[in-house]
């Protein structure tokens, strides 16, 4: 047995990035199946479609019997369950593991990072376990939005109560659009999620706003109570601000 895969196994939940430089698709493939060989657990793999899965002979072979899609079946918890390039979609069936040990094979780059942060995956290229690094006062907005969201943020009171916690995250210099959907989708479905980012939208371009008026206010009362030095610094802080948001307006967000 290699070094890393005894490192691998000491984990209940493995991710396996994207790497435009490497093949981790081809690895992860061979490092779902050695995980659950090892264990010797049961293995299901999850994809967004059989053919997904059966593309593969390897997969074909030792997955043929428990194979997990968007439309058919659960993960039995307790085994392995080799996620095989999924789609938030196909994320939904894992959310009542509690004994399962996961292998995340991403497609997309960077897709899953946001969730293997909030898990506390460990990163099969880097090698280390990773960490969103919230404080405890950002767990728990993060914690008080997904608990919003149990009528699936369809209530004006869902919305106000989500703004709030957003409004909390912001102060505590943690807001990530990307780790509040993560989060989120850890206990919702993806039309909830859809609610959810219609309310983030929103939320950023109030920021925005803020922003901008902030900017306005700096050059028209602070310019001559300023030393050059506390200006220049000042015009550096509100524009790496207002460009940082203006990448996430609704025309141009992350998903």
Not at 169 to 190: F, M, P, W
Not at 211 to 231: K, M, N, S, Y
Request: include cysteine; charge should be negative.
């Amino acid at each position: 047995m290699s070094d890393q895969l005894e490192e691998v196994l000491r984990h209940r939940y493995v991710y396996v990035p994207q790497d435009t430089e490497k093949d981790t698709i081809q690895a992860g493939k061979w490092l779902g199946l050695a995980v659950a060989h090892a264990l010797n657990r049961n293995l299901t793999v999850l994809a967004p479609q059989k053919g997904s899965a059966t593309h593969h002979p390897e997969l074909a072979k030792l997955a043929k019997l428990d194979i997990v899609t968007e439309r058919s079946g659960y993960p039995q918890d307790g085994g392995v369950v080799f996620v095989w390039r999924p789609t938030y979609k196909v994320m939904e069936k894992i959310q009542h593991l509690e004994e399962s040990v996961v292998v995340l094979v991403e497609w997309i780059p960077g897709e899953f990072d946001a969730w293997a942060k909030l898990i506390g995956a460990y990163n099969v290229v880097t090698g280390e376990v990773m960490d969103a690094g919230l404080s405890a006062e950002a767990l728990r907005a993060l914690e008080g939005i997904q608990y919003e969201g149990y009528n699936g943020w369809t209530k004006d009171t869902d919305e106000l109560m989500t703004r709030n916690f957003l409004g909390d995250l912001s102060k505590a210099g943690a807001y990530d659009r990307e780790l509040v959907l993560a989060c989120a989708r850890q206990t919702r479905s993806e039309d909830s999620i859809e609610r959810l980012k219609k309310i983030l939208d929103k939320f950023e371009a109030s920021q925005f706003k803020l922003v901008q008026t902030f900017i306005r206010w700096l050059g028209t009362h602070c310019a001559g109570d300023l030393t050059p030095d506390e200006q220049t610094g000042a015009v550096n802080l509100a524009a790496g601000i207002n460009r940082a948001l203006t990448r996430r307006q609704p025309h141009g967000m992350l998903r």
